[in-house]
C-alpha cells in the first residue's frame, strides 16, 4: 500500500493520479489519515524487535505480539472494546500503527529496559553503526524471522 506525503507536490499530485485511476476503474479503496508514528520512529521499532526475535530464537510477529505488546507494555495494548451487537464487552490488543509518537516512545523505552534486563542492550535509534550492524544480522538469518 503507497502512502503520500501530501505537503510535497510531486507526492500529492502523484496520490491525486492514482485516486483518479481508482476512481476510474470503480475500485473499493480505503483512505486513511496517518498521524501516529513517524517512519522513521517505526522502522526503528521494528528493527529492534527483530533484532530482539533473533538473538533469542523468536519470530518477528512472537516478539511483537506477545513480548512487545502483551508482557512489556499491556497498559498501552490492552484496551477494553464493546460488541456493537451482544453489548459484551471485551479485551483487546490495539495495533502498534494506532499509537502515537509518544505512547510509541514509551513502549519502546519500556522495551529496551525489558531487554537489558534479560541480557541484551538494544542501541538507540542515532547509533548508526550500531543499528547498520543489526541491519546487516537481520538480513543475513531473514528466513529465521
Given at each position: 500500500?503507497?502512502?503520500?506525503?501530501?505537503?510535497?507536490?510531486?507526492?500529492?499530485?502523484?496520490?491525486?493520479?492514482?485516486?483518479?485511476?481508482?476512481?476510474e476503474?470503480?475500485?473499493f479503496?480505503?483512505?486513511?489519515?496517518?498521524?501516529?508514528?513517524?517512519?522513521?520512529?517505526?522502522?526503528?521499532?521494528?528493527?529492534?524487535?527483530?533484532?530482539?526475535?533473533?538473538?533469542?530464537?523468536?519470530?518477528?510477529?512472537?516478539?511483537k505480539?506477545?513480548?512487545?505488546?502483551?508482557?512489556?507494555?499491556?497498559?498501552?495494548?490492552?484496551?477494553?472494546?464493546?460488541?456493537?451487537?451482544?453489548?459484551?464487552?471485551?479485551?483487546?490488543?490495539?495495533?502498534?500503527?494506532?499509537?502515537?509518537?509518544?505512547?510509541t516512545?514509551?513502549?519502546?523505552?519500556?522495551?529496551k529496559?525489558?531487554?537489558?534486563?534479560?541480557?541484551?542492550?538494544?542501541?538507540?535509534?542515532?547509533?548508526i553503526?550500531?543499528?547498520?550492524?543489526?541491519?546487516?544480522?537481520?538480513?543475513?538469518?531473514?528466513?529465521?524471522?
Open positions: 500500500m503507497a502512502k503520500y506525503d501530501l505537503s510535497k507536490p510531486m507526492r500529492r499530485a502523484q496520490f491525486e493520479r492514482r485516486a483518479d485511476s481508482l476512481k476503474r470503480g475500485r479503496v480505503e483512505l486513511k489519515e496517518l498521524t501516529a508514528r513517524s517512519l522513521k520512529q517505526n522502522n526503528y521499532l521494528h528493527l529492534i524487535l527483530s533484532y530482539y526475535g533473533l538473538e533469542f530464537g523468536y519470530s518477528l510477529s512472537y516478539v505480539r506477545n513480548i512487545f505488546k502483551m508482557i512489556v507494555n499491556p497498559q498501552i495494548f490492552f484496551v477494553d472494546r464493546v460488541n456493537e451487537k451482544s453489548g459484551e464487552v471485551y479485551r483487546d490488543i490495539r495495533s502498534s500503527a494506532d499509537l502515537s509518537k509518544e505512547e516512545c514509551v513502549a519502546i523505552d519500556r522495551f529496559d525489558h531487554s537489558a534486563q534479560g541480557g541484551l542492550v538494544l542501541p538507540d535509534p542515532d547509533n553503526i550500531y543499528l547498520k550492524e543489526i541491519m546487516e544480522e537481520i538480513e543475513s538469518a531473514k528466513r529465521y524471522l
